[in-house]
């Protein structure tokens, strides 16, 4: 529960109680309206008169058509394609930890590639002992694990560097997505293969025409990588990799080399395009830090949000996201006034290794203008820094690892702006 | 590691290692071709070579389509028309213990109801002080909690009662699911209309052509019962109960109304046709067992099953799902010989109160004929019965809370086949 410390709202008047075991509380006006028992809700009128749709009419079900809108979204001028371009979660929408495949943000380099399961290979060679080829079914007999991570790419929030830019979260921090992931570990492959004693790197290449590929030092290789080919339970989604991606907890995205065809072991990193070019960050004395792994704890707003406006006054909730690449989330804390004062918000929800965790902050909205804030702190002590801070100490030359405070200006009409403050 | 007690299987030599921190055991053949460096995989000289699909082409995702058989499927001649009928979730295509959304099990007793969420609303009514009527928005405004929860239907294996008859653990244990659900405790929304002192029983309403309705002591809707409106992040499915259902946890699914529109309370249960016609169990002697809410501990093995065959010898994994409506799943045991000798399974991933859980036994296949079954263990030390001690006690007659361990004889052939055994 926030209060505010607008003195217009501590004046008035509340009514509260506490939802006994869930210990939550309600203030003020909530909305329901008194019924008369005569007085039906209006559906008797229709829905409940007709044969609605039978089983089986989509074996494989969708949305309701009425939340049409809720779907990933793409800005047509960020990059030169579409095949080399990002696709965003729209977490203003969606609730929970959980991210439903289907709404999972996608950045591709050159398209999906479209891999036939029976034809899909996964070679390890280099410095092993005995080079390994796994088909499919091959990697589907083996010891398998299931976890639930987040997968953020490097550059979500990059086109903030700069100042507030875009307007709905969305597109500021829509790409993560968090899912269950069930793999083969792949410290158990390359003992299969038998690493050589200088075999300390390891080379993860796609077999999407780009051959995206990315160099691995061998800890992260043999603690917690995954081999995987399912989230959610089901076999990965095209634009995620299938049949096989691999799972690098708490590091960024692009490390997660979706349709995974071939690891090779070295004893240096490859200096890929990837590593070189891009996804280094370039600090205003000119040097560029490289191998930026993990990713810093970070938060956002997810509602109320520019794409999520508050439409009348009165209780409500503020709603939304915290990840660590360092481990568990062990606060986050909300702010009203552009981080002038913080309180505690309520994580709810399981709280995971390297997973998203929802927060959330309930509070009785006046009408009054208000600057909303979060920062995240994880169980390492980390806590999640201002723009401000994060600029003075790498500039505002990259476009990677923004996991500065967001601030959302709510507005009397209650719309919502990305907006900046000291 | 399962130890097969077949003597032809312990001659057989065997390489092993453990995956370090993951400690899995893999033994045996695993399948892996030996690769040479220039034999590169096969897939080069396709996808490899051509951009593929660029980003929002699926701005709400689907599967690729090489999974185009894992879909939920129906009995035609269950049912007397598809409208008050059931689809099945694909279990033996699924692994960790999230169910997509868009392969959760369906009933219908009147199909889908399809609700505008702007039209929709939720009474509470009967012996409150102040009866009330949510909107959709209303309930949203409100402190929600996030809990993932298995939902499985009474009827659930209610074939097997009478011998082995379906072909498949889709058939015979697929009116289960697990999703995360966001929602108002219900506890809540009761305190905010006010009960009267009297108030023991509410009626849980849908708001679908048949008026589902069920009634619900007074003592679970304060525990732990959710109006829930997300199902894995997103809005509910329609089939789901879009946009309201409630959430009963550990209970029969029948009670989880959904399209939910009313909710009246009463001093006394309502003894509504479906929990009087229907969802009571017949015993032996002529009476039925009524208000039979809390579902038992229960499990099947998913792989291999009659749908998942074993294609060749050596080292595979059984994998299976098992659940409780009394709390977590303490243990899951694996009997490869009919229930002679049992073996402690490797349950992986989170275990929550009240969901399912995935358990997995690693073992080495010599080819030879062999009775799988997995058993349940609660934590308040329930253990799932053999479905002979479960007719001795409750016969026949009934079509519902069927619980027994299930029995998958494998074949040589690699076949699997739902069998009856002692």
Same mark, same amino acid.
């Given at each position: ?6 003195? %217009? ?9 506490? *939802? ?21 809700? /209006? ?15 989509? /074996? ?11 779907? $990933? $979204? ?8 579409? %095949?080399?371009?990002?696709? =965003? ?44 080829? =796994? ?14 991570? =987040?997968?953020? #790419? ?14 709905? #979260? ?34 993860a290449e796609g077999g999407?025409?780009? *051959?995206m590929n990315r160099?691995i ?19 990965? !989604?095209?634009?995620?990799g299938?049949?096989?991606r691999l799972?690098v ?5 692009n490390v997660w080399v979706k349709w995974l065809r071939r690891i ?27 191998? @930026? ?8 707003? @997810? ?50 290794? !390297? ?13 009054? %203008? ?23 100490? !790498? ?28």
């Amino acid at each position: 529960m926030i209060e505010p410390t607008d003195p %217009e709202k501590k004046r008035s008047s509340r009514r509260r109680f506490l *939802a006994g075991a869930a210990g939550l509380a309600v203030a003020g006006a909530t909305g329901a309206a008194r019924a008369d028992e005569k007085n039906l809700p /209006p559906n008797v009128a229709g829905w409940s008169k007709q044969l609605g749709e039978g089983v089986a009419s989509h /074996p494989y079900g969708a949305p309701s058509k009425f939340e049409k809108d809720v779907v $990933r $979204r793409d800005v047509q001028w960020l990059t030169a394609s579409r %095949e080399s371009s990002v696709s =965003f979660t729209p977490l203003h929408e969606l609730d929970g930890i959980i991210t439903p495949n289907g709404l999972c943000f996608e950045r591709h380099h050159s398209g999906i590639a479209e891999i036939d399961p029976n034809d899909y290979r996964l070679m390890i060679h280099g410095l092993v002992d005995k080079p390994l080829t =796994f088909t499919l079914e091959d990697l589907k007999r083996l010891p398998r694990v299931n976890r639930i991570y =987040f997968l953020e #790419c490097a550059a979500n929030s990059g086109m903030e560097w700069r100042g507030a830019q875009l307007n709905g #979260c969305q597109y500021t921090h829509g790409m993560v997505h968090c899912v269950q992931y069930t793999g083969v570990p792949l410290k158990l492959l390359l003992e299969q293969a038998g690493l050589k004693p200088n075999a300390t790197w390891l080379m993860a290449e796609g077999g999407d025409a780009a *051959a995206m590929n990315r160099s691995i030092p061998m800890a992260k290789a043999l603690d917690d990588c995954l081999v995987a080919y399912r989230m959610n339970g089901e076999m990965l !989604r095209p634009e995620q990799g299938y049949p096989v991606r691999l799972v690098v907890p708490g590091w960024e995205g692009n490390v997660w080399v979706k349709w995974l065809r071939r690891i090779k072991l070295g004893d240096q990193p490859w200096y890929t395009r990837e590593e070189t070019a891009k996804y280094t960050d370039l600090l205003e004395n000119g040097k560029a830090r490289k191998f @930026t792994f993990e990713m810093d704890a970070k938060s956002v707003i @997810t509602s109320p949000s520019p794409q999520a406006p508050l439409k009348r006054k009165g209780f409500t909730v503020i709603s939304g996201l915290a990840w660590s690449g360092r481990g568990k989330i062990k606060r986050v804390d909300v702010s009203l006034d552009g981080g002038r004062n913080w309180r505690t918000a309520r994580i709810d929800g399981p709280v995971f290794d !390297r997973a998203c965790v929802r927060f959330y902050a309930e509070f009785d909205w006046n009408g009054a %203008e208000l600057l909303l804030q979060s920062r995240a702190i994880d169980e390492t002590g980390y806590v999640q820094p201002s723009k401000a801070e994060l600029r003075k100490i !790498r500039g505002v030359n990259s476009i990677y690892h923004n996991n500065g405070i967001q601030t959302w200006a709510l507005r009397a009409s209650g719309e919502v702006e990305n907006v900046e403050v000291g």
